[in-house]
């Protein structure tokens, strides 16, 4: 009698088969990651040039720059007054410009919007949290203004200007970024930024979730609000680099640590629009004085962004 001879696969076989998959899922998925990533960056990339673009356009009608926020109890951001020249004429009409930015109107009016170019892609939360449920929001950002620097001036020796008459437990107030704070609203011309358009920070993104003693919503906030302080809301100092925790202290709601830093979850630095309409992406190894030289619209600086 003739045996028949079995075709198949022997154990070792489909050992080694699974083997090969395994190394090729293994060389393909950094790739399809890293793909996936560039697609993200590039959609940040151009939500911050359509922020840039409202607010040239804002400058041509007004011939300014918005101010951050309203100081006194209305507290509105800069966002609101952005909301025309980011084709979002009708929600601008409908908001309720004469009362509180936490006015039961507009915060309702803001939850039904949908507002995704002010948030980042890459960034792993996408919605505020917070530990206290009743301060939890599905109306987040992670583009903040640029207030301006805390620190040293290189240039000039001395330190960077600041509001003393506004600083409180948030933090300090900077005073030489494009957005200001103040009981005047001051807003900012173009021709007021004498270290050049394409030298200063207009925004940049606040979108990291490594952040250590800071408050859990200071990776993204509620953006139509504002306030004075270094929290406000949808604006930041410049003080600390890029990407980095404060080491101490490290309790979640101790006074400076409001003042967080900018920062993303794309890998080794984040976003920033600078005035001009360019999109920089500025390592998170720059060093200090070049960035906070970058923030400031009249240092007299000569250190300029590599």
Known sequence: MHS?????????????VIAIIGILVALLLPAIQAAREAARRTQCTNNLKQATLAVQNYHDTYKMIPSACYEAALGHSFWVALMPFLEQQVFFDRYLYNRSWGDANNVALVRESAMSDLRCPSCIVQYCTHTDTSRQTRYTMHYYGNMG??????????????????????????TQGVFTLGTSRKQIPFAGITDGL?????????????????REYNLGMLWQGSAVGATAFAQHNI??????GLQSPSTVYSGYNNNGPFGSNHPGGANFNLVDGSVRFISESIAMEVYLAAASRDGAETLALP
């Open 198 to 214: 394409s030298n200063t920070i207009l925004m940049g993104e606040i979108a990291w979730n490594k952040y250590t003693g800071f």
């Open 4 to 16: 028949r001879t079995r075709s198949g696969f022997t154990l070792v076989e489909l050992l080694v």
């Open 149 to 174: 620097p805390i620190g040293l001036n290189m240039a000039t020796g001395t330190n960077y200007d600041k509001r003393s008459d506004l600083e409180t437990s948030y933090g300090e107030v900077a």
């Open 239 to 244: 003080k600390w680099p890029i990407n980095i």
